[in-house]
């Protein structure tokens, strides 16, 4: 009985081993499943993070050209209201009798440019005739 009492034995630790050859193997077939799958979503993390990182510098971008865009706005809006003052301080300085003389001296020219239009055709009627 000792032999069959071995061969139990033999048997039993063989079953064990085998048992756990295949316990072990459908561990390891799982953690590499369980892998792949992680390492899949860390490939679509990795995809995500580069696309949002690109919009974020696209966003940076759009924010750096509105500041510009803004700074240009403020300068403009500074230079035109200056420009306004410089205007209406001008006109402070223009009393009713210096507009008043500026008109009568535009008047005046506008007057001589006339007569010498006048003149001028005159001579050219004098020199070249009725030209009929």
């Known amino acids: 009985m000792s032999v069959?009492?071995?061969?139990?034995?033999i048997a039993t630790?063989?079953?064990?081993?085998?048992?756990?050859w295949f316990l072990v193997r459908y561990q390891v077939a799982e953690l590499i499943?369980?892998?792949?799958?992680?390492?899949?979503?860390l490939d679509t993390i990795s995809e995500k993070v580069?696309?949002?990182?690109q919009e974020v510098n696209g966003m940076k971008r759009e924010v750096k050209e509105l500041s510009e865009y803004k700074q240009k706005i403020t300068i403009l809006e500074q230079t035109t209201a200056h420009h306004?003052?410089?205007i209406s301080a001008e006109e402070k300085f223009v009393t009713r009798k210096e507009?008043?003389?500026?008109?009568?001296?535009?008047d005046k020219d506008i007057?001589?440019?006339?007569?010498?239009?006048?003149e001028i055709l005159k001579f050219?009627?004098?020199?070249?005739?009725d030209g009929k």
């Open 111 to 118: 007057k001589e440019l006339k007569s010498g239009q006048y």
């Open 124 to 129: 050219l009627k004098k020199t070249f005739g």
């Open 99 to 106: 507009f008043e003389l500026v008109v009568k001296n535009l």
């Open 13 to 20: 630790i063989i079953a064990s081993l085998g048992g756990a």
């Open 50 to 53: 580069v696309l949002t990182e």
């Open 84 to 86: 306004i003052d410089l």
């Open 4 to 9: 069959d009492k071995d061969f139990v034995y």
């Open 33 to 41: 499943k369980a892998q792949k799958a992680m390492f899949s979503k």
